[in-house]
């Protein structure tokens, strides 16, 4: 066996939790309907944004339906962005969240789901599954204020 002398990276991991104070949500409230959960979504959106570009957000929560945090996962184009599964259940995994809300904008204002988000939805609720993740629901939301809710729709 030869010795090589060569360095290898470390590898660090962190949660720093930040708190954001949301408009309109008092502090510790659980999230119970998909309404509440829209309307913290729509405020916490970059209104210039919305119907500029499409963005993919999280939101992870603990066991009592609470908000632990938000996380910007990716912002794309007019119609499009990418998204990377690993990124959000290493979110997941990192903030302790016992569940997760997945949302992404239409810049178009069309709130029907693709075929490409319906597999994503699917994709992500499996690998959460195997960490004991639970994913609620999948919010399509436009620039006019409207949503399309997985779970209200039967979907999750």
Known sequence: MSQHNEA???????????????????AGI?????????????N???QSQIG???SFK???????????GILNVSEGGHSATVVDAKMIIQAAI??????IVLAHNHPSGNTRPSEADI?????????????DISVLDHFIITPQGDYYSFADNGQM
């Open 8 to 26: 290898i990276a470390e590898v660090t991991l962190s949660y720093k939790p930040t708190l954001l104070k949301l408009e309109n949500l008092p």
């Open 30 to 42: 659980s999230m119970t309907n998909s309404r509440q959960l829209f309307d913290v979504l729509f």
């Open 44 to 46: 916490y959106w970059d």
């Open 52 to 54: 500029y570009r499409e």
């Open 58 to 68: 999280v939101v992870l929560m603990n066991r009592s339906n609470m908000i632990l």
């Open 94 to 99: 990192l903030s302790h969240a016992c569940s």
């Open 119 to 131: 597999k994503l939805t699917s994709k992500i609720k499996q690998g959460a599954d195997y960490f």
